[in-house]
């Protein structure tokens, strides 16, 4: 690791320094970690920390990281390696929660993740709260389509694909499935996709991709489950910003294939 800076409000950036095209990191907080491994190039881009003891995790990439994160208190934002972003992606971290990206997606253009709305709203019989902050979770190999709205309490299964400006709330994906619209409802399940662009194809090459046998992106239950609900439990109870920063690397060495499966 090249770097284990901390400035005068114990801010710290752990591990490699990054790469900034027309980019830049802002701490406004205190107590907050970014940590990068190597080849994190960050273009067009914007890391603010707007409150305390918040972290962004952002793995190696085979592509630059085209994002905007606002973050504010006691929150996580956890990029697993080599995401392809067409466009720039947009988060927003709120009130304690959290939003974890597994490894492998594909995001088009004008998308946005927030996990709050955040405008209090209440019951007017009850005078209760009806709308909670919420964490976002999204596995492995996701497509994500353009314009599309990723909102609270939403939770991925790997494999699966959103299509374009669908708007996706508080709904638990399968994995290995489409969804579609506004508000967003199930296509179809038993789906896979490949990162092949079709773009250039000619008719030959169009001919041969009409049957794919590789099982390299078809997820399953075969043990070794992680689920979203524990690791958002862990996230949100450990008052430690170093412990929250170990258990990230810890998950950031989970290969289990089917980690983040969901039925």
Request: charged residues 25%.
């Amino acid at each position: 690791m090249d770097i284990v800076e901390k400035d005068e409000k114990n801010n710290q950036i752990i591990g490699f320094k990054p790469q900034l095209i027309n980019s830049n990191i802002r701490f406004r907080g205190t107590n907050n970690r970014l940590i990068c491994e190597e080849n994190v190039i960050l273009r067009n881009s914007s890391l603010d920390f707007n409150g305390d003891n918040s972290i962004i995790f952002l793995s190696s990439n085979r592509n630059n990281y085209l994002i905007n994160v606002s973050i504010y208190n006691n929150s996580v934002c956890f990029l697993d390696e080599h995401n392809y972003m067409n466009g720039v992606l947009n988060l927003i971290l709120s009130e304690e929660k959290h939003i974890l990206i597994g490894k492998e997606c594909l995001f088009s253009f004008g998308i946005w993740m927030r996990i709050a709305d955040p405008h209090l709203i209440y019951d007017v019989d009850t005078k209760r709260r009806i709308n909670p902050t919420k964490s976002i979770f999204l596995g492995d190999h996701i497509w994500i389509g353009q314009d599309v709205f990723v909102l609270k309490g939403t939770k991925i299964g790997s494999g699966s694909i959103i299509g374009a400006k669908a708007a996706v709330s508080n709904k638990t994906i399968s994995s290995n499935s489409s969804w579609a619209g506004n508000p967003a409802k199930e296509v179809r399940r038993g789906v896979s996709f490949n990162r092949t662009s079709v773009h250039n194809f000619t008719k030959e090459e169009t001919e041969n991709s009409m049957k794919d046998t590789s099982e390299e992106w078809i997820y399953k239950n075969e043990g070794g489950i992680l689920k979203f609900d524990d690791i958002d439990y862990v996230l949100s109870n450990e008052d430690n910003v170093d412990n929250k920063v170990s258990y990230l690397f810890a998950l950031r060495n989970n290969t289990n294939h089917n980690r983040f499966y969901i039925e």
